[in-house]
């Protein structure tokens, strides 16, 4: 079957870094999405991994490890409004993982 | 200049009746989705629709019927709402629909039955 594992909840401080992680199961593989969304809002595109390794935009980093069908996001500097949930999404049937509460305390 | 927009935002409706829910990109996309997202915010795909023609189509009862009159709108009708179909609905777009390609979402539609 297909299925993505992800934390359901991560607390943090804000300026520090955290991480999520995902793992997947699917058949037909090509890469790994994460998604932020805000309470009330829509989901919001982050990032997109391919191939292995670690893929930076800004603050915000993804990783990817095909052959142990896993990955990360990683957030650094952490600020109050990064306080959302996170998913993880593989692209075969567009399957989302069922997201991480990110929590942040001042 | 909303890319992705809904409407209605709130609909709330009595057990049994039928409902339709909007949504239009201005984005030029060929490929656009209906998401449902439950109370425990598990998001889950429902219809995928490139240029018109259905390309997905998960596990969903009858009663939801999407429609593609172009390409730049893909509406969605329930009949008979029930209780369970009570969640937020969340219209999407991308380019070709290629894995590498980022979705745009909607604000969703927040669906409540009585």
């Known amino acids: 079957g297909q299925s993505l594992e992800q934390p359901s909840e991560v607390t943090a401080v804000e300026g520090a870094i955290v991480q999520i992680n995902c793992t997947y199961q699917?058949?037909?593989?090509?890469?790994l999405s994460w998604y932020q969304q805000h309470d009330g809002g829509a989901p919001t595109f982050l990032s997109y991994?391919?191939?292995?390794g670690l893929e930076e935009t800004g603050r915000f980093s993804s990783f990817l490890s095909r052959s142990d069908s896993y990955g990360y996001l990683l957030l650094q500097e952490l600020q109050m409004k990064d306080s959302a949930s996170y998913f993880c999404?593989?692209?075969?049937?567009?399957?989302f993982g069922k997201g991480t509460r990110l929590h942040i305390l001042p | 200049d909303t890319a992705v927009s809904q409407t209605p935002k709130y609909l709330v409706t009595q057990m049994g009746n039928d409902k339709s829910i909007k949504c239009e990109q201005n984005?030029?996309?060929?490929?656009m989705y209906w998401y449902k997202q439950d109370s425990k915010k598990f998001l889950k795909i429902m219809f995928s629709?490139?240029?018109?023609?259905?390309?997905i189509n998960e596990t969903v009862p009858n009663r939801f019927s999407p429609k593609s009159p172009d390409k730049a709108h893909l509406n969605l009708h329930i009949n008979s709402l029930e209780l369970g179909d009570s969640a937020v609905y969340f219209c999407?777009?991308?380019?070709?629909?290629?894995?590498?390609?980022?979705?745009?979402f909607g604000d969703g539609t927040r669906l409540s039955i009585l």
């Open positions: 699917t058949s037909g593989f090509y890469g």
């Open positions: 629709y490139n240029n018109k023609e259905l390309i």
């Open positions: 999404a593989v692209d075969d049937k567009i399957i």
């Open positions: 999407a777009s991308s380019p070709q629909g290629r894995p590498d390609q980022p979705q745009h």
């Open positions: 991994n391919a191939l292995d």
């Open positions: 984005l030029g996309h060929d490929t």
